[in-house]
Nanobody, 120 residues
Framework: QVQLWESGGGVVQPGESLRLSCVAS????????MGWYRQIPGKQRELVAE???????NIEESVKGRVAIGRDVSKNMLFLLMNKVKPEDTALYYC??????????????WGQGTQVTVSS
């Protein structure tokens, strides 16, 4: 059984920083690409950042410079650091695990999401 639990969302003011966390169970980061996606009202779910099993990171262009992704492999935890948040960052943020091996390619697991609301 694979489970992903996000936390750290809430209401923050523009310009502030926040840290989202994801705890994964039932998987190893050595076999899955871990990532953060978000769904902004009126838009489709989009990639924010991801990190491969080898540690390579990819940050979406629209948030590059304000966002960092990190992980603690020993604790099966994934983090998203957001700086200088903007009202347009308001969204439901999801933790994801995407298969990278021949046996799990095409498989994707999702957390339930954590809400981030940027408002003054």
């Amino acid at each position: 059984q694979v489970q992903l639990w996000e936390s750290g969302g809430g209401v923050v003011q523009p310009g502030e920083s926040l840290r989202l966390s994801c705890v994964a169970s039932g998987i190893s980061f050595m076999s899955w690409t871990m990532g953060w996606y978000r769904q902004i009202p009126g838009k489709q779910r989009e990639l924010v950042a991801e990190v491969t099993r080898s540690g390579d990171k990819n940050i979406e262009e629209s948030v590059k410079g304000r966002v960092a992704i990190g992980r603690d492999v020993s604790k099966n935890m994934l983090f998203l650091l957001m700086n200088k948040v903007k009202p347009e960052d308001t969204a439901l943020y999801y933790c994801s695990a995407q298969g990278t091996e021949s046996w799990n390619l095409g498989r994707t697991h999702w957390g339930q999401g954590t809400q981030v609301t940027v408002s003054s």
